[in-house]
């Protein structure tokens, strides 16, 4: 049986998006989400991606879609043990 590479990130906000998820979604992993803020956890599943700024001292602003994402509301125990 062939799996496929996920990783399960506890935490969506600032640092697990634009480093976590950027690091592992970049490696072929499908990444997801963990996180309490149900309309984040709505807006991940809906967008399946999401834009990282990165901010650049004297150079414009790298915008990168990180894709192959999703998310669960970490309120939902059965979901979590299903992903695990």
Request: hydrophobic share 30%; charged share 40%; glycine share 6%.
């Given at each position: 049986m062939m799996?496929?590479?996920?990783?399960?990130?506890f935490g969506a906000?600032?640092?697990?998006?634009?480093f976590i998820g950027q690091l592992f979604s970049r490696s072929g992993y499908e990444v997801i989400f963990v996180d309490i803020n149900k309309?984040?956890?709505?807006?991940?599943?809906?967008?399946r991606a999401y834009k990282l700024v990165i901010k650049r001292n004297?150079?414009?602003?790298?915008i990168?879609?990180?894709e192959n994402i999703r998310?669960?509301?970490?309120?939902?125990?059965?979901a979590i043990i299903r992903e695990i």
């Open positions: 799996y496929k590479k996920k990783m399960l990130q906000g600032n640092i697990g998006r634009s309309e984040l956890v709505k807006e991940l599943n809906k967008k004297e150079l414009p602003d790298e990168i879609l990180i998310a669960i509301d970490s309120c939902d125990k059965e």
